[in-house]
Structures are given as structure tokens and as C-alpha cells.
């Protein structure tokens, strides 16, 4: 399993920041890099540019990628390759010396096609390339290249074995053997025959990948070795001229597999390697989301570390672009919650519940306020309409006392509220279902049709009584004679 998020334990890193070593999943670091300046997503905390380590971070051990590898290979840009490699093969029967030519040519399309490969992969991008994307002019370089690397081995070999003689040449030769994949790996990345050909450069690679590189020795080996077991199964059944283009094909073929194992153990190393990652990405935010996301994003992070001016800066910041954002105004009340800011939440708290309401949030209106309540006491709310709003959210959710607090004796405090009528149906109902005081609510009801005759309540008013008429009846009934 991946590194996880600092501040989402559940989430896995996608970013990183190589200065305060913070990882950052992309709730923490929201949008495309295209919503960053120059495409440089950088840490809230410390102002360093981060580092993608997406891909690196999700990839899975070596050893249980094998289905992949064998896949991978079998891409629409891997078969086109190994099918010039068929036809060429076929194409130099008969040709004399420009056979030669010909399998130069192949030999340099099929090397810089697997440098592809493992450059690819190493960096995270899952996708085969085309045959196309290996056309880039460099294919007579490596081969070049590929060929200095054989001579240097093949010239330190004579000198060994002239110097030290034929054991220490054997020897010499299985060291070439075993860092043969660490070669090739430096190779494609590094584009540099000197790299590819200095023991302590390969020695060092071998030390970042540990033990899973023998392990990737080990496969590379056999499946290398896979043409030589497949070809004589099939070598009597088929005609002679398919001989060689199947050896061709086949040959390729396993060529891919093995590179996909070596890109893709450099994958699972990315960071130490120090190869440059393909950018796991999310979507584009269009500008006035990605600036809701990143100030929610960037305020919680701030929150965590005790930056708490900080974190108010950032949403109030953004809150005077989008003021009916509901999750903003959430973050911003909680934030005063958390930091104990006892005269914001006083002058501010009455406000932002009243925002909730008027965004058609009543809810969270009652939940901030039973927030407050059980941390800083009951907020002082002057306004009866709020009160009586948020009193029936309170009751919705079964907050009978809070809610009984908010209406009680409004007739007293504000005898000119326009809405006594309803706020007083639901104290009726607070009473009766919150505290089962039927008494209480026959005498809000008998209030509301007497005080009220017009009220648009009445229909209601009638229900209830008609229900507590009922209740009543039934517990007189089953009373004994």
C-alpha cells in the first residue's frame, strides 16, 4: 500500500513537498496542474514546489504485476513492432549482404522501442507507446550506443582474462550477466553510454531497487530464454520460411515484456531513482470552483497546524467572492468554533446562522447552533424570525428543549413578530411531542384559533386538536368503570 495523505488518512499521496516533507492527497491539493501558476501546484505550508508522486505511490510490488507485463506487450504499439520485426525477417531471406542492413535497421527499431518502454513506464505512464512515438531520430544513437556498451564489455573481458586469466573472466561474465537489466535500465534513462558502462553507477542502482532487482534478474532471464523453449515445440509443425519470422516476432515480443518489468520496477522506485513522474492528474476546475476547493482545502491544512489567522484569511478571502457558498460559510463557522473566538462568534455567529437559513439550509443552521450551544453556551439571537426558524429545524431533529427555549414567551419579547401564529403552533407541537405535555399544547392551539381567526395556520391548529381529542377519548376508554 501507498503512502497515505498527512491529513487524509484514508487517501492516498499524491503530491509532495521535499521541504516540510508534507504528503498531499488531491482533496488537499484540488484541480489540474493547469489551475496552478506555470502548472506548479506549490505546499500551502512552506511555498515549495511539489512533487507528483501519484503514479509511483499506487503502483503495486514488482512481483504481482507479472499479468501486466505479458499484457502490456500485446498493446497495439508493441504487435506493430514485433510485426516489422516478422516481416523483416522474412523480407532478408535470399537478400545477401543487404540482409545485413536490414537487421541493423531492425535491431536498432526493436532497442529504441524498449528504451522507450522502460523510460515510459519508469515515469508512470501505464500506456504503451506507438510505434510512431519511438520515430523520433534517435534509433541509430542507441544502437550506437547499444553497441559501445557491447565492445566496452567485450574489451574489458580480453583484458581481464589476458591479465588474471580464464576464471577471473568467468567471473567477470556472470557480473555482466547480473547487471545486464541495470544497464539497460541507466541506459534508457540516462541516455548515456558512460552511465550505462560505470560499475559503481549500475552497483549504486542495484542498492536503491534491493532485493526485488534479483528477483526482476531472475524473470527477465527466463522470459528472455522463452524463444528458445517455444521454437523447437513448433519448429515441426510449421513451414520452414515461418521459422524465422516467428523467431523474429517471438523474440520481440519477450524483448517488450522484459522492458516492461524493467520500467516498472523503476516505477515502484521513482523517488529514489530521482526519474521525472508522469503527472497523475484530476479534472480542471473552472476558476471559481478550483478557488472554493483550494480555500477549503488550504484552511483545513492551516487549521491542522494551528495557523488559525492564516486559515481565516483564506476563507474570508474567498467568502467576499462567493458569500452563499455553503461549505465555505460552514468552514468559516466551525473555524470560529475551534479557535474560540468568542466575540466573532457573538457579533458574526448571529449572521452566518442567518445566512443559512436564507441559502435554504435550516439544518445546518440548527446544528452550528447546537454547536455553539454545547461549546460556548446559547447564542444570543435578537432576531424572532431566525429564533422561530431555527427553532423548527431544532424540532425536525428532535431538539425538543433547545428548540422550546427558542419560542417560549416570544409574545412577550417581541408582541409584534408577524409570525406568533406559527411560531406558537410549534411550541404547541414541541410540547406535545417533545415532552408529552398535551395540557400545554390544547392551550397554545385554543391561543392561536382565539388570537388568530384569520390565521393561515387554522387548518393545522384543527388537526392537532383533533388528534388530542382522539388521544384523550382513548385513555378515558381504557380507563375501568
Known amino acids: 500500500m501507498g503512502n497515505a495523505c498527512h491529513y487524509h488518512s484514508n487517501a492516498d499521496a499524491i503530491w509532495q513537498c521535499s521541504g516540510c516533507s508534507k504528503e498531499y492527497c488531491g482533496d488537499c491539493v484540488p484541480g489540474s496542474v493547469d489551475n496552478y501558476y506555470r502548472s506548479t501546484p506549490k505546499c500551502i505550508l512552506c511555498n515549495n514546489r511539489l512533487q507528483n508522486v501519484g503514479a509511483s505511490n499506487k503502483a503495486r510490488p514488482f512481483w504481482q504485476m507479472a499479468p501486466f507485463y505479458f499484457r502490456y506487450a500485446l498493446n497495439a504499439g508493441p504487435l506493430t513492432v514485433s510485426a516489422i520485426c516478422a516481416v523483416a525477417a522474412l523480407a532478408i531471406t535470399g537478400m545477401g549482404i543487404l540482409s545485413i542492413f536490414i537487421l541493423v535497421a531492425m535491431l536498432a527499431v526493436v532497442l529504441r522501442y524498449n528504451l522507450l518502454v522502460i523510460e515510459k513506464l519508469a515515469s508512470g505512464d501505464l500506456q504503451a507507446p506507438t510505434f510512431g ?31 588474471f586469466g580464464v576464471g577471473a573472466a ?29 560499475p559503481l553507477k549500475l552497483l549504486h542502482f542495484t542498492l536503491i531497487i534491493g532485493w526485488p532487482y534479483w528477483l526482476l534478474w531472475l524473470s527477465t532471464s527466463a522470459v528472455s530464454a522463452a524463444p528458445t523453449v517455444i521454437l523447437p515445440v513448433v519448429a515441426d509443425k510449421l513451414p520452414v520460411w515461418m521459422l524465422l519470422p516467428l523467431l523474429a516476432f517471438v523474440t520481440s515480443y519477450f524483448s517488450i515484456v522484459t522492458s516492461a518489468m524493467m520500467g516498472y520496477i523503476c516505477l515502484t522506485r521513482q523517488q529514489k531513482l530521482g526519474v521525472a513522474s508522469q503527472v497523475d492528474d484530476e479534472e480542471f476546475l473552472e476558476e471559481r470552483e478550483f478557488e472554493r476547493r483550494k480555500a477549503l482545502a488550504d484552511s483545513s491544512i492551516f487549521l491542522r497546524e494551528g495557523r488559525h489567522e492564516e486559515a481565516r484569511k483564506t476563507l474570508v478571502g474567498v467568502l467576499r467572492q462567493q458569500p ?18 468568542k466575540k466573532a462568534l457573538r457579533e458574526l455567529g448571529p449572521h452566518l446562522l442567518e445566512r443559512f437559513i436564507s441559502m435554504n439550509q435550516p439544518h445546518k443552521a440548527a446544528e452550528l447552533y ?27 431533529q428532535r431538539q425538543f428543549k433547545p428548540a422550546l427555549a427558542l419560542v417560549n414567551n416570544l409574545h412577550k419579547e417581541d408582541p409584534h413578530y408577524t409570525r ?26 385554543a391561543f392561536v384559533r382565539n388570537k388568530f381567526p384569520k390565521s393561515a395556520v387554522l387548518g393545522e391548529v384543527e388537526q392537532l386538536e383533533s388528534i388530542l381529542a382522539a388521544e384523550q377519548q382513548n385513555k378515558k376508554s381504557s380507563q375501568p368503570a
Open 420 to 445: 406568533l401564529d406559527s411560531a406558537y403552533l410549534l411550541l404547541a407541537k414541541i410540547y406535545m411531542d417533545g415532552f408529552n405535555r398535551t395540557d400545554n399544547s390544547r392551550k397554545l392551539l
Open 324 to 341: 452563499n457558498d455553503v461549505a465555505l460559510n460552514e468552514r468559516y463557522y466551525r473555524l470560529l468554533l475551534a479557535t474560540d473566538d
Open 370 to 396: 447546537m454547536a455553539t450551544a454545547q461549546s460556548h453556551g446559547t447564542p444570543a439571537i435578537d432576531k424572532s424570525l431566525l429564533r422561530h426558524q431555527i427553532a423548527e429545524a431544532l424540532y425536525h
Open 170 to 198: 568467468q567471473v567477470y561474465s556472470i557480473v555482466l550477466s547480473l547487471l545486464g537489466p541495470a544497464a539497460m535500465i541507466v541506459l534508457a534513462l540516462e541516455h548515456s553510454m558512460r552511465a550505462a558502462v560505470n
Open 133 to 163: 512515438d519511438a520515430q523520433d531520430g534517435r534509433s541509430a544513437a542507441v544502437f550506437a550506443r547499444v553497441i559501445g556498451m557491447i565492445l566496452v564489455a567485450g574489451g574489458g573481458g580480453a583484458l581481464i582474462a589476458t591479465t
